[in-house]
C-alpha cells in the first residue's frame, strides 16, 4: 500500500485527528489545485478540478486539525470521485 492509498484509507475512517496538510495531499492526488484570489481569502480554501469541480473549507487554525464535517465532506468527494458515491 503506497502513500495516498493510506492517506485514503485513514480518511474512510473519518479520524477526529485528519490534518489540514492530508486533506490538501488527497485533493491532490484527485487532481485538485488550489485556486487564490478573488472570494478566497482569508482562512477560506477552494481547490478546483480541471472538470470544475470544486471543493471548499476553511483552513483550520490554530491547530492543523480539520473539523469532523469537512473530513466527512471530503470522504464524501473521494467516494464520488472513486464512482462509489452513487
Known sequence: MNKHDKALARLMEL???FTYREAVAVLAHLGFREVRG???????????????????????????VLKGYVV???????????????
Do not use: W
Not at 478573488?38 to 490554530?62: I, L
Not at 468527494?77 to 472513486?82: E, F, K, P, Q
Open 15 to 17: 479520524p477526529s485527528d
Open 38 to 64: 478573488g472570494k478566497t481569502g482569508g482562512s477560506r480554501v477552494r481547490f478546483q478540478h480541471d472538470d470544475g469541480e470544486q471543493f471548499r473549507m476553511h483552513r483550520p487554525h490554530p491547530d492543523d
Open 72 to 86: 466527512a465532506e471530503l470522504a464524501a468527494l473521494v467516494m464520488r470521485r472513486s464512482g462509489n458515491g452513487d
